[in-house]
């Protein structure tokens, strides 16, 4: 079957190359992520209301990402538990647990339900989905630009995808 | 297009080469120096190459000048064509700095054939290579290696593929550094990175990677063709790949250690993804070890690609279809290497090492002419074979281009071509391709790259690799 999604925030693309994020609407209300054109890699911003459905929106991002058209087969829970300096580099290291898992286990997380998260710590449920093939796989997420900062209404993400 | 076009104050040194002083950033230590014609400037300086270049010229130790080549853009960190040298004794060695794909590289291989001797049979032989070649982020069912044997990868690299008959004795001489860097240390190799490479050996990957069929259709230098063994009309086979997700993951566990300890041992970066460790220090040892081990792995991957090249071409050919190994460089690596009376750790990130005819790194078979270096065009446009000039190493700490250089990001490419389109372009030329999906196909397209025949010219001009041959496409297996 091909992959659908089972759900998740609001996604849209916009194709836009600069760095400049635009002024902050006051009021967030659903989680939504942005894949931001880069010369060589892949910008990916998230707005979300809290760090919890920040982490949850950029697990979908990546699955957005890596399941492009692939043939997913069975899914499965499991929980992932990723820890770091701060709050910008769990940002990074989460999204770096799914890359390793999809490559290593051809296992892409899909849907997210974070049971806690504070700066420098997430416990999550993630269900997730077997593939065959995976026609795009991200190699990592870098430092480089890495950011997750407060703004009315919540908090908003940016990080750079190696691809 | 980003629209960052630089505001650092810029000198003109030469015709091709303009250098940013060490006074244009208080926290510069050294000044940059970028090698490129004015079109080709006029690219680099309108997105983020040069300000990367100048966070690189902060870093500890870094010495002489931080170098761009004419293929310089935007990356993370440092930017993709960029060369910094960092003293052993007090410098820094930054994973950022060679990047996640370690030892991506390239390797030419000669076929004892010409191509109008191929032709006949070549639309199966690519076929058949696309088959016999995972592509993609593919897995290599046929050599999923054992815990054991994947640590004999990475501490003997292309030696134990001798003993698995995969490589033959005299490549060995062939391949930079022999194919295994000796500073390799498996142990310092995470369990996540062998996982993520146990069966990927004998991959392309995806991205820009390649296994491309071409014929040398023009010689600029004849005697260093001679020595490399090329020839008019021969047919040869260029093969672009790296360490695949054993190398990504060595470069993220090592940027996420030496995030973390940079301020223990006093260092403060403008870019956090330049993340470094002194040299001599246990972290900065252990990532060393670590990128031999998967620079290492990325010389047996294409040496796997290799074999199963060549046992396409005896399949169609017989014994018509061997092929020699010119060369295989990495454009991905840091290298400890004698520069005048130090020893420097030489990052090149998107840039190839080109030593001259005196070095002594220089391959026995290639002493008169300087070691073989061969960039890359964007898919189904020329590559170049050059040869590397003892000048380099005052110019560029011995350093030349690496390919292209993108100037299109990827969804720019989709957006202004389909990959159907592309296909039917190259078909239109007489390319066959071979390509997996049609939208990779699109993000390759050769408009969403620099001209390689200008950037060719610029390091030709400027000292940096003489140009010996040019290779025209005629089968491309895309990863």
Known sequence: MAFTGRSGGRTYVEPVSDTTIPAATPALPSPSHEIVDHVSEIRLRVRAGSLAELLEEAGRAAAQLQLRGADATRGTWRTIEVSAPDRAALLADWLNELIYLAEAERWVGADFEVDSAEDGRVRARVWGVLIERAPALLKAATLHGLRVDDVPGGLEGQVILDV | MTAATSS??????????????????????????????????????????????????????????????????????????????????????????????????????????????????????????????????????????????????????????????????????????????????????????????????????????????QVVDELFDAAAAEAYGLHRGQLTVLIHTGSRGLGHQVCTDYVRQMDQVMVRHGIRLPDRQLACAPLTSPEGRAYFGAMCAAANFAWSNRQAITDAVRTVFGRAYGRSGRLRIVYDVAHNIAKLETHGAETLCVHRKGATRAFGPTHPETPGPYRAVGQPVFIPGSMGTASYVLAGTDAALGLSFGSTCHGAGRVMSRGEAKRSRTGAEVRRELEGRGIIVRCPSSGELAEEAPTAYKDVERVVDVVHRAGLARKVARLRPVGVVKG
Not at chain 2, 74 to 82: L, R, S
Not at chain 2, 96 to 118: F, K, P, Q, T
């Open chain 2, 8 to 213: 650092y104050p810029t000198i003109a040194v030469g015709e091709l080469l303009r250098e940013i002083p060490r006074t244009a950033r208080s926290d510069m230590r050294v000044p940059v120096r970028i090698y490129a014609d004015d079109e080709l400037w006029r690219q680099i300086a309108d997105d983020r190459s040069v300000e990367q270049l100048v966070n690189v010229a902060t870093l500890p130790g870094v010495v002489g000048y931080v170098y761009a080549m004419p293929d310089v853009h935007e990356g993370y960190g440092f930017p993709v064509g960029g060369v910094a040298a960092m003293r052993e004794s007090d410098g820094v060695i930054s994973p950022g700095g060679v990047g996640y794909d370690i030892n991506c590289g390239v390797r030419l291989l000669a076929a004892a054939m010409d191509l109008d001797e191929a032709r006949p049979r070549l639309e199966a032989a690519v076929h058949d290579l696309s088959r016999s070649i995972p592509s993609g982020p593919g897995r290599n069912p046929r050599l999923d290696l054992s815990t054991a044997d994947v640590d004999r990868v990475l501490e003997e690299g292309c030696r134990f593929l001798v003993e698995r008959g995969l490589a033959l004795p005299e490549d060995l001489e062939r391949l930079e550094a022999g194919g295994a860097l000796p500073g390799a240390d498996a142990s310092l190799v995470s369990v996540r990175a062998k996982q993520r490479g146990h069966d990927q050996l004998g991959t392309i990957g995806s991205g820009n990677h390649f296994v491309e069929v």
